[in-house]
C-alpha cells in the first residue's frame, strides 16, 4: 500500500490510481486517488481510451500517476534527483 503526501488532510482518501499503467491503492489526495477500489481502476484502466501514463511524459526516472486534473497526469520526482512538472530539472 502506497502512501501520498502533499494534501492537506481533509483532502485525503483511501482509494486506487493508475499509475504507470497500472493500479496502485493506497492514501493519498482525492485528485490523485479518484477510484474507491482496485476492481473501479481496473475497470478504469480497461476502459481508457488514451492512458496518458502510457507515453512515458515523466522524465528522469519520475513515476506518472494520472489524475482528474489537467494535464491528465502527475510527475512524482521523489528519489530521482530532478524535480518540476515531468521531473526535467537537475537539482543543483
Same mark, same amino acid.
Given at each position: 500500500?502506497?502512501?501520498?503526501?502533499?494534501?492537506?488532510?481533509?483532502?485525503?482518501?483511501?482509494?486506487?490510481?493508475?499509475?504507470?499503467?497500472?493500479?496502485?491503492?493506497?492514501?493519498?489526495?482525492? &485528485?490523485?486517488?479518484?477510484?474507491?477500489?482496485?476492481?473501479? #481502476? !481496473?475497470?478504469?484502466?480497461? =476502459?481508457?481510451?488514451?492512458?496518458? *501514463? +502510457?507515453?512515458?511524459?515523466?522524465?528522469?526516472?519520475?513515476?506518472? &500517476?494520472?489524475?482528474?486534473?489537467?494535464?491528465?497526469?502527475? #510527475? !512524482?520526482?521523489?528519489?530521482? =534527483?530532478?524535480?518540476?512538472?515531468? *521531473? +526535467?530539472?537537475?537539482?543543483?
Amino acid at each position: 500500500m502506497e502512501t501520498c503526501q502533499g494534501c492537506e488532510q481533509d483532502q485525503t482518501r483511501q482509494g486506487c490510481r493508475i499509475q504507470n499503467g497500472v493500479c496502485l491503492c493506497g492514501i493519498g489526495c482525492y &485528485s490523485e486517488y479518484r477510484y474507491t477500489t482496485k476492481e473501479e #481502476c !481496473r475497470k478504469a484502466l480497461r =476502459g481508457s481510451r488514451r492512458d496518458v *501514463c +502510457q507515453r512515458n511524459p515523466c522524465r528522469n526516472g519520475g513515476a506518472c &500517476s494520472q489524475t482528474s486534473f489537467e494535464p491528465g497526469y502527475r #510527475c !512524482r520526482c521523489e528519489g530521482t =534527483g530532478y524535480y518540476g512538472s515531468r *521531473c +526535467q530539472h537537475g537539482k543543483t
